[in-house]
């Protein structure tokens, strides 16, 4: 999904990754997914399970901003950290998890509970 006052230049970019096969949804709407999916969840007594996939406490946070919706300049603001610094984080945690976008991460941090629940709430 892109909106209609996105920059040329994502619109471009969306077009493409949809001509690659890809599926393309705008950052804006990772939060909207990720608190739909937490509301289909089966039973919240469930016990979670508890993955990490060896991330450090700052990639969880980077996770958990990403669940948010938060662009990487607003995550290198929350952290007082550079925009360059944020990417070489995601990288890290794309690497580390097996995913190649911030939907996907989005996904699997909701599933495998990487991320606390309140990231979605403050959404």
């Known amino acids: 999904m892109v909106l209609k006052g ?30 739909l999916l937490q509301e289909l969840k089966p039973n919240a007594s469930e016990a979670p399970r508890q993955k990490t996939y060896g991330l450090t406490p700052r990639e969880l946070e980077i996770a958990s901003a990403i669940v948010s919706g938060c662009t990487n300049k607003q995550i290198a603001q929350q952290f007082s950290i550079s925009e360059l610094t944020v990417k070489h984080h995601l990288r890290r945690v794309f690497d580390k998890v097996g995913v190649y976008s911030r939907l996907e991460l989005a996904l699997l941090a909701m599933h495998h509970h990487l991320v606390k629940n309140e990231a979605v709430e403050h959404a």
């Open 6 to 35: 996105a920059e040329t230049e994502l619109l471009f970019k969306s077009i493409q990754s949809v001509i690659a096969g890809h599926y393309w949804i705008g950052r804006d709407c990772v939060a909207d997914i990720a608190q």
